[in-house]
């Protein structure tokens, strides 16, 4: 009898665990490593075999795939989606204003799963009509747009009086953000970010290492 209580307290303990609820910012593999007042950065990484809980996505995101990881996600109340290979340097925004999200993501590969969620906090409403930046636009909307660079188009040119923005480097050695104002150069590697101020004027610097894949999210 004692068995089977224990057995009874372990199905609940595990159904509870399986079908709760939390916002994307609590879940446990989605770790928040920035915050101000315009994004809050979430750095993602799920092990090998290893699945999130059910989050929730109710804010406005951009999202940018850093591993290349054979992966699936299971929308709540629904079975297992099609799995498919996450490719690194893929980046998408989604609003989730009219369409929340209640879903969890596995990992079926043997590497682990990295991805970046930014959640849009608050827009810059910037008053001036910005054209776009002379890199490849990946996705442009009234929220946010996404560039890709690559080697050929970094060329040291000098960004100024944009949003705020975030630089994910996907691959690539020797990589430098170069602010002209206060002449600080800051070392950028395959996997982490670069939060830039609004108003900034800055520079990024290729030392030719390795071919470069960056993505460059402007914040509206």
């Given at each position: 009898m004692k068995n089977k209580t224990i057995l009874l307290l372990l199905i609940i303990f595990y159904s509870a665990a399986t079908t709760a609820q939390v916002p994307v910012s609590k879940e446990p593999r989605h770790h928040p490593v920035f915050q101000n007042k315009y994004i809050r950065v979430l750095d993602v990484w799920v092990p090998p075999g290893g699945t999130t809980m059910f989050h929730i996505h109710a804010t406005p995101s951009v999202f940018v795939i850093l591993s290349n990881t054979y992966t699936g996600s299971q929308i709540m109340g629904e079975g297992w989606g099609e799995k498919n290979v996450s490719v690194a340097g893929s980046a998408w925004y989604r609003s989730f204003i009219n369409d929340t999200l209640v879903h969890r993501v596995a990992n079926f590969d043997t590497i682990p799963f990295h991805v970046n969620d930014i959640e849009i906090l608050s827009?810059?409403?910037?008053?001036?009509?910005?054209?776009?930046?002379?890199?490849?636009?990946?996705?442009?909307?009234?929220?946010?747009?996404?560039?890709?660079?690559?080697?050929?188009s970094i060329k040291n040119q000098i960004i100024q009086n944009r949003g705020p923005m975030i630089a994910v480097l996907i691959t690539g050695e020797g990589l430098f953000y170069y602010d002209t104002d206060?002449?600080?150069?800051t070392e950028l590697k395959a996997g982490k970010y670069q939060y830039i101020e609004p108003g900034a004027s800055f520079y990024f610097v290729d030392k030719g290492n390795k071919e470069i894949n960056m993505v460059l999210f402007e914040i509206k």
């Open positions: 827009p810059y409403n910037n008053s001036s009509n910005q054209k776009p930046l002379p890199y490849t636009v990946l996705f442009e909307n009234e929220k946010a747009a996404a560039y890709q660079l690559k080697s050929a206060s002449k600080q150069r």
